[in-house]
């Protein structure tokens, strides 16, 4: 009954829609509407896009962040400081830190955090290639920017190990009250590590 | 700096993302990095599935069903009965009664609801097609399955309107309590009218 009123070309559309972060199955279906409904001002643009992504995009194999070129726009922009490699779990994270504005040094993306429930060891992450890179010199710091969560912190400390014999400052990122936070609404951990490292006003 | 990490084609993907409905520019970033990261599972599928609905899909010229055959899989089913006619909104109130299995017909898409706000008036709308559908013969009865709202309501007294001449029955959906409804969530409208209606026990 349900599978009559659509073709198969529709219900592939929505089972494939379905799989994206942050839309469910009702969703997915009143997106694949909108799509069929706006063929040529949105399902032919998207359907090219996405022709172009599988065409062109790909990983960096010096970085490991996500874009049109290899090595990446970052790894190549000759006006960032190459001295510096912020280590982020993933390339959202890295995506995340340049729309900030933080830092305008390098990347290196680990491909998620040491979890030995899940199986995932040293081994499974990009750890060898940053000693590699850091090992090649021109690297005075680190920054470890993982997330602040049990197993970033486990990962953050693998790190830091596997780089110990090397001539490099391993950095991490500060704790404290979010900027725009309300005390009230922060947790325990936060407001303590706020205290701990507090600066003179 | 935006837009330094990630490739144009992936930032063209992100803003057609964005536009789908249920997914934000946030979310729209998350489904981009999904997809780019699952290029063989999920990118590639997704862009080739859009290629065929580009390709395959289009409106029955009947019914204003979405399909990939023109007439529709609904219109040319011999197992409905062609004799009755259920008139709805939208495509998608279509697809939610097909899933509900409420009933084996023909449908009617109008495309919308008269909205003089909006300057959306009969002519606007699937009117005299479904009128020239009763007129050509064979139609018993013309169910306005259209929202309960205002437009939907006016709209559904225009359609009336226009069917009074032809040996048509028109009916509408039955107001009351949703299956699997509390009473003391619903709104006094509809617990009127499921007052009125009420049914022998």
């Known amino acids: 009954m349900t599978r009559a009123t659509a073709g198969p070309e529709i219900e592939r559309l929505i089972q494939l829609l379905a799989r994206l972060p942050g839309l ?22 998207l359907a090219d896009a996405m022709a172009a992504a599988v ?38 994270d890295l995506w995340a830190l340049e729309r900030a504005g933080a830092i305008r040094a ?6 998620g955090t040491l979890n030995p429930l899940d199986g995932i060891g040293p081994d499974d992450l ?8 850091c090992a090649a010199g021109g690297v005075a710091e680190v920054i ?9 912190q486990t990962t953050a400390h693998v790190v830091t190990d596997r780089l110990s014999h090397l001539p490099v400052r ?5 704790h404290g009250v979010p900027v725009g936070g309300e005390l009230d609404y922060l947790d325990e951990g936060t407001l303590a590590a706020a205290i701990r490292a507090r600066t003179p006003f």
Request: with cysteine.
């Open 55 to 92: 065409e062109h995009v790909g990983t960096c194999s010096v970085c490991g962040n996500i874009d049109t070129t290899d090595p990446c726009t970052v790894c190549t922009d000759p006006t960032r400081d190459g001295s510096v490699i912020v280590v982020v779990e993933d390339v959202s």
């Open 144 to 152: 470890l920017a993982v997330n602040a969560t049990v197993d970033g």
């Open 24 to 45: 469910g199955p009702r969703s997915a279906r009143r997106a694949a509407l909108a799509l069929v409904k706006k063929k040529e001002l949105l399902l032919e643009p």
């Open 126 to 133: 990009s750890i060898e290639p940053l000693v590699a890179r």
């Open 106 to 111: 390098r990347y290196h993306v680990l491909g």
């Open 170 to 174: 391993v950095s991490r990122l500060a």
